[in-house]
């Protein structure tokens, strides 16, 4: 991946257009039953995880940085359900990236650049300004101010951007999900393997942790 600004906005304009099928709504519960093995492999990066790893619940989600249903979750769900659950023992969340399009795949790279112990403030930092770098005119500048934002030199975030080990740990993250656990909207979660899809309120989540306690 050589990220130009040409190329940067060439991409974005195609993966946009193919991601949006992704897209998601209310509350959907799937009843179909995953491969545990399938759904408890990190991608090649690994995963960002928060909260006890004996926790009797695991909430694991799919999301895009792109994706405004799941900002709505981080702005007004995500504070009270850690809280609630994660900060008490009772949940612990895995966060797996499944990029809608080019930016939204450059917005996680960033955030896999960040600090191990920053990365779920650079994701819900990203979530709550999504509007200033996600859809603008000029994503890649928006993005290089969202990486000085963060604490990147220009230079930094040039050099995440055009990680390829990094993208393509990205994408692989996302092509599992989508292949082996039949991912197709986000946000999309995993409540001790029960496949739930939708921006969830704390109430909504709750009904679904709750059973498993």
């Not at 998601?24 to 995880?49: H, I, R, Y």
């Not at 920053?118 to 999504?130: A, G, N, P, T």
Request: charged share 25%.
């Amino acid at each position: 991946m050589t990220l130009t600004r040409r190329s940067f906005l060439e991409r974005t304009a195609i993966a946009t257009v193919a991601g949006a099928a992704f897209l998601a709504a209310g509350p959907v519960a799937w009843a179909q039953s995953v491969n545990e093995d399938d759904l408890m492999t990190p991608g090649p990066l690994g995963d960002k995880a928060i909260g006890r790893e004996d926790a009797p619940v695991t909430v694991i989600e799919y999301a895009s940085l792109t994706c405004s249903h799941c900002a709505t979750f981080h702005r007004e769900t995500y504070k009270a359900f850690k809280e609630k659950y994660i900060d008490t023992g009772k949940a612990r969340l895995i966060f797996r990236e499944f990029p809608l399009d080019t930016v939204a795949a450059a917005g996680a790279m960033l955030a896999r650049c960040s600090a191990d112990d920053k990365y779920f403030d650079v994701v819900s930092l990203m979530f709550e300004q999504q509007r200033n770098w996600a859809f603008t005119d000029n994503p890649y500048n928006a993005l290089l101010n969202m990486g000085k934002q963060i604490g990147f030199t220009e230079d930094e975030v040039k050099a995440c951007l055009t990680n390829q080990e990094i993208l393509d740990g990205v994408t692989a993250s996302r092509d599992h999900a989508s292949k082996a656990l039949d991912v197709r909207s986000t946000p999309t979660f995993f409540i001790n393997g029960e496949k739930v899809s939708g921006a969830l309120s704390i109430e909504e989540i709750s009904e679904y942790v709750d059973k498993h306690l």
